[in-house]
């Protein structure tokens, strides 16, 4: 399990440049390291050369001051003058200080300079012996001390050339020890800028690879999306860093779109279809209750007409009776007309609560878009925030995450508007339903009536073939018919101006769903 989470924590796209910049960073600190180290070097080296050639320079200085150091001593026995003694003290105190000054810069030499002061401590000897004699000139002993001096004076000058020789090989070691070690550096600094650089190209050609491509593949997705075009193909999401996850998402994302516009499209095609199958049984409903209007009308002829005949007594029970039957053939035609009015209605009322059930279904799938774009927010947020996180390399991220978010919110409020629509489309059909309920309840009331007229009409040719002399029964009885008649059709001009209204709302309803169906066409799935 510990490897596992560890290949996880490898697997996202910060922990990779968080390892290749630290690689980096430690390459620039061993180069810097480096730099330090080659630059204390070439320092000591620098000491070193210099050094030497102050050990050099202090030796011509040494044989500078033993040549003056030796003039006295020879001016003296040539002049006699008292001051060369002066001048040789002077002289000699120099040369010390400058033997002083080279044993301290060169104390591995020591044995030499030691040697070196020694001829020098018996050359001055030599010296003070030449300037202590009273009358140099002519002296005997001049001759003997000059040999002794100058055989001093030859082995103090070989010593000093053997000690020069060395300090001059050394400063030739340390320079040429410096040009090898600055040429080396030269060398190691041009390799680990070479690596560096190497290291620098090959975690740009990765990030182009694994960041700036998925990106860009990202933002076409993106925008094909947000023009409404879900034709556009997934994303490749078989990493397992922040891209993958995202690319998943998305593709997430763009099935369930596509899914919802599948199932509005469809919706709203079958509420376009119930719409005009509705709108067809209105016009069929609206055209039978005109029907039904006239026929009443002329049962009231008819009625009125026998009863004139039974008032005036002029014409003849059989024509009575016949007059009577084609009544009711009438009543019967309407019976069968407000039966089939009766069902036409129960049929737009079983209509209408399938559109109820429709638009519900509807609103559910509506319910699902919001849903999901609240989602798709959420997650657009969370994307905002992690690329806050990432800083200044998160802000392309933080691009495209606004650009998911405001797709979103494009995505609620275009649900928002699809359930207002519903929610109309629910009231109208309840309304519709209502007054369905109120047709078919005058329908029924019609029905009763016409049943009614029905019986009186049998009850008249029945009065009439028996002759019974029940004529002003009869009348009284036809006078009924005429008010039940007049009633039944008040009752189907109002059927026929609900009709009417019934059509006008089908109409409206059928508009609503054809917009319904242009919002789901916004959507191009194929």
């Known amino acids: 399990m510990a490897v596992g989470r560890l290949a996880d924590s490898f697997s996202s796209t910060m922990s990779k440049l968080i390892v290749a910049f630290t690689t980096i960073a430690l390459l620039l600190l061993f180069l810097g390291g480096s730099q330090f180290y080659f630059l204390a070097k070439i320092n000591a080296l620098d000491r070193e050369v210099e050094h030497a050639d102050q050990v050099v320079m202090e030796t011509h200085a040494l044989q500078l001051s033993v040549a003056d150091l030796l003039m006295p001593p020879h001016d003296y026995l040539i002049t006699g003058s008292l001051e060369e003694r002066e001048n040789f003290k002077v002289l000699r105190t120099e040369t010390e200080n400058i033997l002083a000054r080279l044993q301290s810069l060169d104390p591995d030499s020591t044995a030499d300079i030691s040697l070196i002061e020694q001829d020098l401590q018996a050359i001055c000897e030599t010296a003070e012996a030449l300037l202590g004699l009273r009358d140099p000139v002519g002296n005997k002993d001049v001759g003997h001390l000059m040999e002794e001096m100058d055989a001093k004076e030859q082995k103090l000058i070989n010593d000093m050339s053997r000690f020069l020789t060395h300090a001059s090989e050394v400063k030739q070691n340390a320079s040429l020890t410096k040009f090898r070690t600055v040429r080396a550096i030269r060398f190691w600094e041009i390799l680990l800028l070479g690596v560096v650089l190497i290291l620098v190209l090959i975690i740009a050609i990765y990030s182009k690879r694994n960041i700036g491509m998925p990106l860009l593949k990202l933002q076409t997705v993106i925008n094909q999306v947000a023009s409404g075009d879900l034709t556009g193909g997934s994303l490749l999401a078989n990493t397992r860093d922040e891209f993958g996850s995202l690319a998943r998402a998305v593709n997430q994302m763009i099935q369930n779109l596509k899914d919802i516009a599948y199932r509005l499209t469809g919706k709203a095609r079958e509420l376009t279809e119930q719409m005009l199958q509705i709108s067809s049984g209105t016009e069929q409903t609206a055209s039978a209750a005109t029907s039904a209007a006239s026929s009443v009308s002329k049962v009231a002829a008819l009625a009125e007409q026998v009863s004139s005949a039974i008032q005036n007594l002029s014409d003849t029970a059989t024509q009575t009776v016949q007059h009577a039957r084609a009544g009711q053939e009438g009543l019967d035609k309407v019976v069968a007309q407000m039966a089939a009015i009766q069902q036409a209605t129960r049929n737009m009322v079983t209509a209408m609560e399938r559109l109820g059930k429709k638009s519900g279904e509807i609103g559910a799938v509506v319910e699902l878009i919001t849903q999901i774009a609240d989602q798709t927010n959420l997650l657009a947020l969370n994307a905002a925030i992690e690329s806050a996180r990432a800083g200044e390399q998160g802000k392309g991220f933080a691009v495209v995450a606004e650009e998911v978010r ?27 339903s209502a007054m369905m309920d109120q047709n078919a309840q005058t329908v029924s009331e019609g029905t009763v009536l016409t049943s009614e007229v029905a019986r009186n009409f049998r009850e008249i040719i029945q009065a009439v073939e028996d002759l019974n002399g029940q004529f002003k029964e009869i009348a009284r009885a036809t006078q009924e018919a005429a008010g039940g008649v007049s009633n039944i059709a008040a009752a189907a001009q109002q059927q026929t101006a609900t009709m009417q209204e019934m059509a006008s709302s089908t109409q409206q309803l059928a508009a609503m769903a054809e917009e319904l169906e242009g919002l789901a066409r916004r959507f191009k799935v194929a």
Request: charged content about 30%; aromatic content about 4%; hydrophobic content about 50%.
């Open 406 to 432: 405001r797709l979103a919110e494009q995505s609620a409020s275009a649900a928002k508007k699809i359930f207002g629509l519903i929610e109309a489309v629910q009231e109208e059909a309840k309304t519709m």
